[in-house]
C-alpha cells in the first residue's frame, strides 16, 4: 500500500523557515512516467489549496500566494519529496499535505491526486 508520510512541520516566526518532508513507501517516484508530485494546505475555515507542485522532469509550478518564498524538490533516490518555505507569514499557517499521482496531468496543480499524506502542521507567528 502506498503511505505518504509529511514531516518538519511545527512553530515558526514570521520571516522564518521551514522545511517539509514528505517521505513515500510502497512507491517509487518516477515509476508513473511523468508524474506529478505536490504539496496542498488547509488552513482553519479555509478550502485546501495547491501550494506546490513537480513533475518528473522537474519543472515546478507554485500558488501565487508562495511565489519567491517557497522551493520545491524532489529526490528519487530517497522518495522523498521537499518543500523549503522561507519568509513565512501568520497566512502559512496551515495543514501541509503531500501527495502524489499515478496518472499523467499536463497541469500538476490541476492534478488528480491518487495518494495523499496525513499532513504536517505548520504555524506560524507574527
Known amino acids: 500500500q502506498v503511505q505518504l508520510v509529511e514531516s518538519g512541520g511545527g512553530s515558526a516566526q514570521a520571516g522564518g523557515s521551514l522545511t517539509l518532508s514528505c517521505a513515500a513507501s510502497?512507491?517509487?517516484?518516477?515509476?508513473?512516467?511523468?508524474?506529478?508530485m505536490g504539496w496542498f494546505r488547509q488552513a482553519a475555515g479555509k478550502e485546501r489549496e495547491g501550494v506546490a507542485t513537480?513533475?518528473?522532469?522537474?519543472?515546478?509550478r507554485y500558488a501565487d500566494s508562495v511565489k519567491g518564498r517557497f522551493t520545491v524538490s524532489k529526490d528519487n533516490a530517497k522518495n522523498t519529496l521537499y518543500l523549503q518555505m522561507n519568509s513565512l507569514k501568520p497566512d502559512d499557517t496551515a495543514m501541509y499535505y503531500c501527495?502524489?499521482?499515478?496518472?499523467?496531468?499536463?497541469?500538476?496543480?490541476?492534478?488528480?491526486?491518487?495518494?495523499w499524506g496525513q499532513g504536517t502542521q505548520v504555524t506560524v507567528s507574527s
Open positions: 510502497g512507491y517509487t517516484y518516477g515509476s508513473y512516467g511523468s508524474y506529478c
Open positions: 513537480v513533475n518528473s522532469n522537474g519543472t515546478p
Open positions: 501527495a502524489v499521482t499515478k496518472k499523467l496531468w499536463p497541469y500538476c496543480l490541476s492534478a488528480e491526486y491518487d495518494y
